[in-house]
């Protein structure tokens, strides 16, 4: 199993701004994830952050917009930038240890007005 | 490519009727199957799974769920739903891909259920 904990749990931003989320993991893992889940649909992955090495984005996703730091095993960050109000989402943190199930963070409720 | 279905989004059901809910995955290669819920204002937590074996797989609180690879569908079943059951309902499906693992969400199904 894996504890997941994401900060911070809820913000409110200004549009044009950026948002750095952070998720912390109480076990080393290779690869972490990061979902977005917008209102009334389901989750989508974003990336996958492997230790030492670029993010992998998916289709629809750029470094540009969702840079991603993975410094160690057991950390990541997540920065939403130059934010518009389409970005209001809950973005989640998720792991996989062992490759089984995956574990996910409380999740970050982004609002921007 | 791959993807999820879940076919009904929202479910309303009194105390002690029967449940299942529909899913069903676009995938022709090994493929592992989940159930997640997400109770109100809480994070997603694992129902049950479906690596091999027996398709027919227990998990928490009396749900169930069957694999039926002929009809590429995992459905979520529990004989007698309770008030606290009131949750969103998503299904899952991890495959692989050149080596590449990746996470598969269904849309979800919200279900409330009435005492």
């Known amino acids: 199993s894996a504890v997941i904990s994401q900060k911070p749990s809820r913000d409110i931003c200004q549009r044009g701004t950026s948002l750095t989320i952070q998720c912390q993991v109480d076990?080393?893992?290779?690869?972490m994830f990061w979902y977005r889940q917008q209102p009334g649909q389901s989750l989508t992955l974003i990336a996958t952050?492997?230790?030492?090495?670029?993010?992998?984005?998916e289709s629809g996703f750029v470094i540009d917009k969702f840079p991603i730091s993975r410094p160690n095993l057991t950390f990541s960050t997540l920065t939403v930038s130059n934010m518009s109000p389409e970005d209001s989402s809950i973005y989640l943190c998720?792991?996989?240890?062992?490759?089984?199930?995956?574990?996910f963070g409380q999740g970050t409720r982004l609002t921007v007005v | 490519a791959q993807s999820v279905s879940q076919h009904n989004h929202h479910v309303i059901l009194s105390e002690a009727a029967s449940l299942e809910l529909g899913c069903n995955y676009s995938?022709?290669?090994?493929?592992?199957l989940f159930w997640y819920v997400q109770y109100p204002g809480q994070h997603l937590q694992l129902l049950l799974k479906?690596?091999?074996?027996?398709?027919l797989v227990k998990g928490i609180k009396g749900f169930e769920a069957e694999f039926i690879k002929s009809k590429f569908s995992f459905n979520l079943r529990k004989p007698s739903v309770q008030w606290s059951d009131t949750a969103e309902y998503f299904c899952?499906?991890?495959?692989?891909?050149?080596?590449?693992?990746?996470?598969?969400f269904g849309i979800g199904t919200k279900l409330q259920v009435i005492p």
């Open positions: 479906y690596f091999s074996g027996d398709p």
């Open positions: 952050a492997n230790q030492g090495s670029e993010a992998t984005y």
């Open positions: 076990s080393q893992v290779t690869m």
């Open positions: 995938y022709g290669g090994t493929v592992n």
């Open positions: 899952a499906a991890v495959t692989n891909s050149g080596g590449y693992q990746k996470v598969t």
């Open positions: 998720s792991v996989r240890p062992g490759n089984t199930e995956a574990f």
